[in-house]
């Protein structure tokens, strides 16, 4: 199949490099390759971290995908850093928004370890005052900009261009449709942004796992690179427009937050402050699948999970493409779906 992707971000250079792996003509076009939500996320990959009460679709679909993760890293040749993640609680309200959150593991039948004080500290010296927590052994985390980077090797330079739905239709058998949070009509109804600001800190403090934490009733994590000493703080979450800037509020609610859980960082030196808006959908589960439109496939939708369900959307497309089997609660069908154009 001749095939055009809208879209180099993680996920469509996912879908591209799988539908090469399997014999497919593709052209990817984005007039901006990797700078979208792919540039600002801090890549975990966090099936249990991420999970919350009335998403046992989400989560089932995001532990389906990181069982893909270990071969698709080692396809890019990109590390994971696998020392697992723990969630804390610094205050006694946030242990017990900890407690709600390991009674979602328990009705998904995900595994943890709690921990107290003692043994938080021991998996990570550098902790301040938390009250407990949990280890989730089994949410890593990789490099989404060196994810971006290897993909791009692999896929070729992304071509420049438009991405309308509709432009140079007749040299491709199928398009697919992985613009982020902007979707192109007539599909930008199905999407809503959802902008989170994340800051990126050089640090001689060593972190040596993922931390998420609640702190005095505010979320933050702080995602340590394996080979550099950069931490990623994130993220921000509102539901707002305006240029892809990060405020004050939001920046300063995230470095205090950092700051309490790990007060070290109060060392680390600015590196980057960037904002970008999650692609979200009315019920945050992706949109994988065929539209309305003739030979338009949606691989869009991935919300707060880009980075970990990207190896699983690119299956579903490719599977899709090749035998029109589609997976029911990503069918972007299950949208009415408007023109607003
Ligand atoms: N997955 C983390 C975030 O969206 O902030």
Known sequence: MRVRILGA???GLSVADELIRRGHDVMVIDPAPGSGASYAAAGMLSPAGEAWYG???LTRLCLSSLELWPGFASRLGVPVHTRGTLLVGVDAGDVQQVERQLAVLDLAGVSYERLGRRDLLGHEP?????GGGALLADDHSVDPRAVVAALLARVGDARVGD???GEGDEATDLTVIATGARLPAPFSSLIRPVRG???RLRTPERVERTVRAWAHGEQVYVVPRTDSDEVVIGATSE????PLLPTVEGVWRLLDSARRVVPGLDR???AEVT???RPGTADNLPLVGPTQEPGVVLAAGAYRNGVLLAPLIARLVADHIETGAVESALDPRRFLMKEDG
């Open 163 to 165: 991405t309308r739905v």
């Open 9 to 11: 971000g993680i996920v």
């Open 268 to 270: 680390a030196s600015v």
């Open 197 to 199: 600001d994340v800051v």
């Open 239 to 242: 539901e707002r427009d305006g």
């Open 275 to 277: 904002s970008r808006d």
């Open 126 to 130: 550098g902790l301040g005052r938390v």
């Open 55 to 57: 998403e046992e679709s």
